[in-house]
């Protein structure tokens, strides 16, 4: 069993209006409302929560005993600072080692291999 918490699911978007009105006041991001996703919750046409599925990376990362969701999903980094930018989030995870973390333990052999 692990020994913390693993998000699998975030459960999708938890706004309603008055949320998003002061979410969005927050931020200086008012001009947002305008927009017609912001209009159609501001309305009452949207649901207040959307999405709920399993996460399907995030459940691999269990499976797999990996530390960043990075590690399963597929992204293009262009130019050739990505292999620079692969070996950071080595770093960042790497750390996590260092703190115990069951995962991160079972991680730095796999990680070494593929940056080298």
Same mark, same amino acid.
């Given at each position: 069993m692990?020994?913390? &918490?693993?998000?699998?699911?975030s459960?999708?978007? %938890?706004?309603?209006? $008055?949320a998003?009105? @002061? !979410?969005?006041?927050?931020t200086?991001? $008012?001009d947002?409302?305008?927009?017609?996703?912001? !209009?159609?919750?501001? %309305?009452? $046409?949207?649901?207040q929560?959307?999405?709920?599925?399993i996460?399907?990376?995030?459940?691999?990362?269990?499976?797999? !005993?990996?530390?960043?969701i990075? !590690?399963?999903?597929?992204?293009?980094?262009?130019?050739?600072?990505? #292999?620079? @930018?692969?070996?950071?989030?080595?770093?960042?995870?790497?750390?996590?080692? &260092? &703190?115990?973390?069951?995962?991160?333990?079972?991680?730095?052999a %796999?990680?070494? @291999? #593929?940056? &080298?």
């Open positions: 692990l020994e913390d &918490a693993f998000e699998i699911s459960m999708g978007i %938890r706004v309603d209006a $008055e998003l009105k @002061r !979410q969005l006041a927050l200086g991001d $008012e947002r409302l305008k927009l017609e996703w912001h !209009q159609a919750l501001l %309305r009452g $046409e949207m649901p929560t959307i999405g709920g599925g996460g399907q990376s995030r459940l691999t990362m269990l499976l797999l !005993q990996l530390d960043h990075g !590690q399963v999903q597929c992204g293009v980094w262009p130019g050739a600072g990505s #292999r620079k @930018r692969f070996r950071a989030a080595v770093t960042i995870s790497a750390a996590s080692v &260092a &703190a115990g973390g069951y995962a991160a333990r079972c991680q730095s %796999r990680y070494d @291999r #593929r940056c &080298a």
